[in-house]
């Protein structure tokens, strides 16, 4: 009786106690603190969102006018008419053009043209494009460099603070033909005509749009865009009156540019490694996958191999440039963390339930099945930007746009070398929370010696008003940036480093 009286009492006196650690413990914000806290850190990166050359004061955007009569009657975009945004975009243009001037030409890309903001340089242009390959690059327009940020989850659209218009003019063209609103049956087989298409493309923009010629061009562009990009600079590098605007440099982020291979399975494991805590896959599989890497020479392939200087040309660690039989670890850990995250993002790791609404309908790993119609597949929004209102618009397309395959070699072992050498100044960016394809397996790999000599510097990268945030690497005229945290769209992911990498491949700021 007594003893149970007592234990009453140490239980009451325990809880007591308890009650006191956690009312004594427990902060208290108010709701103004809080947000004053999140100002105050992006106070902090306010002056760098602009081009440092730009003399235009605050305003609207650059007065920019075409004469060409086209301009204004068949492209012209009223930003305060814009469907589901609530405030007034500025100017822009448009719409349909052909790949080339025959009369019978039934193939045509859709673009869409900003003229810099206010803070915006008027003596550039910024070329960007999605990959895929199939990928509509309207993807970029609303989710990752351009002036309106309609993102996952996000409820409605606000402008974008890090627009890359606050740094100069910018199209984006959905490419090549079966991607978007695009017209025309695919018929490339490979890169080179990939970019014929679409230097024919631009041969007609100029043409409607010959104001811009002359200004600094920069091409960019994300994932299968790695491929693309350096074969579109190759062809102009290679036919430099085939555009009326010089071309300056390139931007390809979170890059295919190499065998799968080297991309996405030999550093997969290690990558799982790294981020154990974050797919928290069980002990039983992680065993399973350091056996498998050892197995098919995927563990040490780094140690061995990534030498500085570099040896020579890095060899396949099987006789596959995908993966030998039994040597898919990429695709067994796609399934494992799946199973134990059914959010689980390949474009950003750390995505967990729930799965964002996106108003483009592609949040993640799987596309979505929506209430509401597709930004892009409302009548009302292909009306407002000249989109034909039968295409039936998807992100990406069902239809394959290289309908036999693209024959081209990755970029890494053919192209990439000799563009970066003919660029003023070029940008790798890589994600580090990009499982679909791996900064680790991105870099080093490019025609022997001509990689980098010295090994990249940790917490390198620094971001003004923020500090460190991954690694940067300058050699020659390539400048390679690892950002931590971000996922594979990097400019989506974290704007903020985007922009400031943006401004160095443009030469707006000498140190990137
Ligand atoms: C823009 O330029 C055009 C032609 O130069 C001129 O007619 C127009 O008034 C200008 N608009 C503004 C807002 O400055
Ligand atoms: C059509 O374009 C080609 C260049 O691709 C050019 O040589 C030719 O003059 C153009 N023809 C017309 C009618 O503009
Ligand atoms: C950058 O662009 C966005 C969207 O147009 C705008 O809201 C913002 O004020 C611009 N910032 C600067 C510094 O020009
Ligand atoms: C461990 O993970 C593997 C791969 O997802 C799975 O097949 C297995 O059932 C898991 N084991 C346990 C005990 O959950
Ligand atoms: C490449 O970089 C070097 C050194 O910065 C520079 O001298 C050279 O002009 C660059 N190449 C081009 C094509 O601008
Ligand atoms: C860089 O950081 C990684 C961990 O992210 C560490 O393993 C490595 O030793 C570091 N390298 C140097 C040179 O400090």
């Not at 859709?110 to 960007?128: C, H, Q, R």
Request: charged letters at 15%; a negative charge; glycine letters at 8%.
């Amino acid at each position: 009786m007594f003893s149970a009286l007592l234990q009453v009492l140490i239980a009451l006196t325990a809880l007591l106690v308890l009650q006191n650690i956690d009312a004594a413990a427990r902060r208290t914000f108010t709701k103004a603190d809080l947000r004053a806290r999140q100002e105050e850190a992006v106070k902090r990166l306010g002056p760098q969102r602009r081009a440092a050359s730009s003399s235009g004061g605050p305003g609207t955007v650059k007065n920019i006018t075409f004469t060409n009569p086209r301009a204004s009657v068949e492209f012209y975009v009223d930003g305060s008419t814009l469907p589901l945004v609530d405030w007034d975009v500025g100017p822009s243009w448009a719409g349909l053009l052909p790949i080339s001037n025959k009369t019978d030409e039934s193939r045509q890309l859709f673009f869409w043209f900003f003229p810099p903001g206010p803070e915006g340089s008027l003596d550039d242009l910024i070329f960007w494009t999605n990959g895929g390959p199939g990928c509509s690059s309207l993807e970029g327009v609303l989710q990752e460099n351009g002036p309106i940020s309609w993102s996952w989850g996000q409820a409605k659209a606000t402008p974008n603070e890090y627009s890359w218009t606050n740094l100069s003019s910018i199209i984006y063209v959905e490419q090549p033909v079966g991607t978007g609103f695009s017209q025309g049956t695919p018929d490339i087989n490979n890169e080179d005509e990939l970019a014929e298409q679409l230097v024919g493309f631009f041969q007609q923009f100029f043409g409607v749009f010959p104001e811009l010629e002359g200004k600094n061009f920069y091409l960019s562009g994300e994932s299968y865009a790695g491929t693309y990009i350096p074969y579109i600079a190759n062809y102009i590098y290679d036919n430099p009156d085939s555009i009326p605007v010089p071309l300056k440099g390139f931007w390809i982020s979170d890059p295919s540019v190499s065998w799968d291979v080297v991309q996405e399975e030999i550093p997969a494991v290690a990558f799982v490694r790294k981020y154990q805590n974050v797919f928290a896959l069980n002990q039983t599989f992680m065993d399973y996958l350091d056996e498998t890497a050892a197995a098919c020479n995927y563990a040490d392939y780094m140690e061995k191999y990534v030498t500085f200087p570099p040896q020579g040309l890095l060899p396949l660690p099987g006789s596959s440039v995908e993966f030998d039989d039994g040597c898919d670890v990429w695709d067994a850990i796609f399934s494992a963390a799946l199973l134990v995250n059914p959010a689980f993002d390949i474009y950003r790791i750390f995505d967990t339930y729930p799965i964002l609404w996106d108003v483009l309908g592609f949040p993640g790993s799987f596309p979505q099945t929506q209430v509401s119609p597709l930004y892009f597949n409302r009548d009302d929004v292909k009306a407002a930007i000249h989109a034909p209102l039968n295409v039936d618009w998807t992100e990406c397309s069902n239809i394959n746009v290289f309908p036999n395959g693209d024959s081209s070699l990755p970029p890494a072992l053919s192209v990439l070398p000799s563009v970066i050498e003919r660029s003023e100044r070029a940008v790798i960016v890589h994600g580090l929370a990009d499982f679909i394809l791996i900064a680790d397996g991105c870099v080093w790999q490019w025609n022997g010696l001509q990689g980098f000599q010295t090994p990249i510097q940790n917490d390198s990268f620094i971001v003004d008003g923020m500090g460190a945030l991954g690694n940067v690497h300058s050699e020659r005229n390539l400048t390679y940036f690892e950002v931590a945290l971000s996922g594979h769209m990097v400019p989506q992911f974290s704007p903020v480093a985007a922009f400031q990498i943006m401004q160095y491949l443009m030469g707006f700021r000498e140190m990137p």
